[in-house]
Each structure stands twice: as C-alpha cells, then as structure tokens.
C-alpha cells in the first residue's frame, strides 16, 4: 500500500485521493458513509464532498480500478490539524484498507495550490470551482494588492532608481506573498457559498448573486482608488 501525509502543516480542506478494485464500489460508499459520520462528530467539521469516480487509464494501471476523491473542509487549521491526528481517523482508515488499494491525501490552505497540480484537466476540473469563478476571485484579490503596493511604493519612493525588470521581481515576490498567504484564504472562507466544486450543482441564484458579489466589490475599489491622492 502506498500513501503520503502532510505532517506539520496546517491547513482547511484536505483532498482524499483513493483507489478502489472494480467492484467494491458499493463497500466503499459505504465505509465512506462512515467515515463522514466519524468526521462530523470532530470540532470545526464543515462538509464533505464525494466528486464522481474516475477510472484509471489502462496504460497506468494493470487491473481496473476506479479513482475516488473526497474533499473534507474543517472551519480553521486548527480544528483539521486535530481530526488528522485524531485516533477516530486513524481507526476508520485502517478500516478502509480492506477495501481500497492505496490512498494519499494533500491539504489545501492558499486557494492557489490547484495552478501547479500534475493531474490531468479532467480531475482537476473535478477539484475545483469552475474556470470563471476561479479567475473573478483572483482578480477580486489580486487588484487591491497591485494598486495598494504601487500607490505606497511610489509614496514612499521604494526602487524608484531601479531598473525595470529588477523592481518587477521584487513587486511580484511581494504581490504573490501577500495573495497567496493573506488574501486568497479569505475569499475563499467569505465565498464558499458560491467557490464550490464545479461537480456539485449550485443554483443560478448563487451563482449570480457571487458574480454580483465580486463585480460590486471590484467596482467599489475602483471607485475608492479614482480618489487615492496622487
């Protein structure tokens, strides 16, 4: 049996990736049922979502087998850094062994980790949010941080003698430092009533009432910056 753990991070959400025999489908879904049950009892559980199962390509595998994953959210770091180290996991888990072949699971805490993912289009579409709504919550985080560092750098006079593509290194070391490890973990916790996986239906009213979301705060930025002294 194969398998890797994250161990000294702390992160919301952790993705389950496991691989189950053809056949033991029904026994899986079954043991997963427990699995959530186990996990809900936990401080700070959220949800859990089952994305669709994929088979495994001929090419990759000798025998067929199918690929599962579940998404497990937790409200902090915290509250899921304890349910992975928690005995109630470690005994469902061995459970499960019986039943799929190998498991691995990797932790998610920035929003961003999906942009470096090796997985094919398919499961990451499965993953994530759809396309769209992944760019507008980017965008949303990524301009306030652009105009305020250029705004404050230019008041400030930061690396005004510098040449270009120098000063374009450091502000895109900072703006991605500040997007990834403060902003992005935010609009992901504010918006995930709208960030959800793109296999799981979602209503048009909350899809629009997202998009609103987003394009009134952008706007209200702009607005705000129009006004920033020169």
């Not at 899986?28 to 959530?36: D, E, G, I, L």
């Not at 996990?39 to 994305?51: H, K, S």
């Not at 920035?110 to 980017?138: A, C, D, H, Y």
């Not at 009134?216 to 020169?230: G, K, N, W």
């Amino acid at each position: 049996m194969s398998s890797f753990e994250s161990n000294q991070l702390f992160y919301t959400s952790l993705v389950l990736e496991l691989i189950v025999p053809q056949g033991r489908g029904f026994i899986f879904r079954k043991w997963y049922a427990q699995f959530v049950n186990v996990a809900r009892r936990q401080p700070g559980f959220v949800r859990a979502d089952l994305c669709p199962p994929l088979r495994c390509p001929p090419l990759h595998c000798l025998d067929g087998v199918m690929k599962w994953y579940a998404i497990i959210h937790f409200d902090s770091p915290e509250t899921l850094n304890h349910w992975q180290h928690s005995l109630d996991r470690s005994k469902i888990l061995a459970e499960g062994r019986t039943i799929f072949n190998s498991y691995r699971y990797k932790s998610f805490t920035t929003g961003l980790e999906g942009w470096f993912s090796q997985r094919s289009k398919l499961e990451k579409s499965r993953l994530g949010p759809p396309v769209w709504k992944q760019i507008l919550s980017v965008v949303m985080g990524l301009y306030p941080i652009i105009m305020l560092q250029s705004w404050i750098f230019a008041r400030l006079g930061i690396m005004q003698s510098w040449s270009l593509p120098a000063a374009m290194v450091i502000n895109n070391l900072v703006t991605s430092s500040i997007l990834s490890l403060a902003v992005m973990p935010q609009i992901t916790r504010l918006m995930h009533f709208w960030l959800r996986p793109a296999d799981r239906i979602q209503s048009l009213k909350t899809d629009v009432i997202g998009a609103l979301i987003v394009i009134s705060t952008l706007s209200t930025m702009v607005l705000i910056f129009e006004h920033l002294p020169r």
